[in-house]
């Protein structure tokens, strides 16, 4: 059964967007993809890059594999809402996250307490249950990176716990904040 969930993605998506934007939420690799559904990478590749027709019997196979409705992910360019980057307001202790605010007090709360809210609150944002994981946007890390205690040797699994991400794609976290730090702040 395909779950009906839709994530944002930039207006005037093809179906061929929708079937990557739906791998790449879930956080498989096209190797990974192709192999669970048992066709050839190059299908799977083309299918994605629009370089052949998703037909009927392809967009079974992808939305089953998947779970996800994939017209749910092709939205009109009259529905594109561009996207508000995080930032964090010191003086009332909160880091929005579009519309949504995560209390979070720096030095006083805890790694777990700042990506629980701002997991939930981006869920929220993208309409995303909790068995999608995230993916994090580049413009996020820097806000990110001078919130959390970047010192945590369990970084990383917090990651993974609270983004639903795989060991694989959440193994360098904390790298990748760190490497994001604004040169001041490190």
Same mark, same amino acid.
């Given at each position: 059964?395909?779950?009906?969930? @839709?994530?944002?993605?930039?207006?005037?998506?093809?179906?061929?967007?929708?079937? /990557?934007?739906?791998? @790449?939420?879930?956080?498989?690799?096209?190797?990974?993809?192709?192999?669970?559904?048992?066709?050839?990478?190059?299908?799977?590749?083309?299918?994605?890059?629009?370089?052949?027709?998703?037909?009927?019997?392809?967009?079974?196979?992808?939305?089953?594999?998947?779970?996800?409705?994939?017209?749910?992910?092709?939205?009109?360019?009259?529905?594109?809402?561009?996207?508000?980057?995080?930032?964090?307001?010191?003086?009332?202790?909160?880091?929005?996250?579009?519309?949504l605010g995560?209390?979070?007090?720096?030095?006083?709360?805890?790694?777990?307490?700042?990506?629980?809210?701002?997991?939930?609150?981006?869920?929220?944002?993208?309409?995303?249950?909790? @068995?999608?994981?995230?993916?994090?946007?580049?413009?996020?890390?820097?806000?990110?990176?001078?919130?959390?205690?970047?010192?945590?040797?369990?970084?990383?699994?917090?990651?993974?716990?609270?983004f639903g991400?795989?060991?694989?794609?959440?193994?360098?976290?904390? /790298?990748?904040?760190?490497?994001?730090?604004?040169?001041?702040?490190?």
């Amino acid at each position: 059964m395909t779950e009906n969930i @839709s994530a944002p993605t930039t207006g005037g998506d093809s179906l061929a967007t929708a079937v /990557a934007t739906a791998r @790449s939420l879930l956080g498989y690799s096209i190797e990974g993809a192709a192999e669970t559904m048992g066709i050839p990478v190059s299908i799977l590749r083309d299918a994605e890059n629009g370089d052949i027709e998703i037909n009927a019997e392809l967009r079974e196979l992808f939305e089953s594999t998947y779970g996800i409705k994939l017209e749910n992910l092709v939205r009109p360019a009259s529905e594109h809402r561009p996207r508000t980057p995080i930032a964090y307001d010191a003086s009332q202790g909160i880091l929005r996250v579009g519309t949504l605010g995560v209390r979070f007090r720096l030095g006083i709360d805890d790694n777990d307490v700042l990506l629980r809210g701002f997991s939930s609150a981006v869920r929220r944002q993208r309409q995303l249950p909790p @068995s999608v994981p995230l993916q994090l946007r580049k413009a996020d890390m820097p806000v990110l990176a001078g919130l959390l205690d970047l010192t945590d040797p369990e970084l990383d699994e917090r990651a993974q716990f609270w983004f639903g991400q795989t060991p694989q794609t959440a193994q360098s976290f904390g /790298a990748i904040l760190r490497l994001s730090r604004a040169p001041e702040a490190a």
